[in-house]
């Protein structure tokens, strides 16, 4: 791998992690806090459902940003 694909490839990916970090550190977050509101028998339903949401939403730009990546790698090193 030539040094400017290498470059261009580790210029993708941190610009990738450092949109990803961001969701990922919240996804985390909502799913501790889901699994210790699931856990309590005094959580209201609507508690409960609407943090799922959060969460679903969150894998859901996770899974976008991961798209987005697969559609640049076309020009990363392993592609090429």
Known sequence: ?????????????????????PIQDKLNAKGIELDALSRNPNAKPETISKLANEVAELRSQLRAERMTLGDNSVSSPAAA
């Open 1 to 21: 791998v030539s040094p400017e694909k290498q470059g261009a490839y580790d210029a993708m990916m941190k610009d990738y992690y450092s949109r990803v970090s």
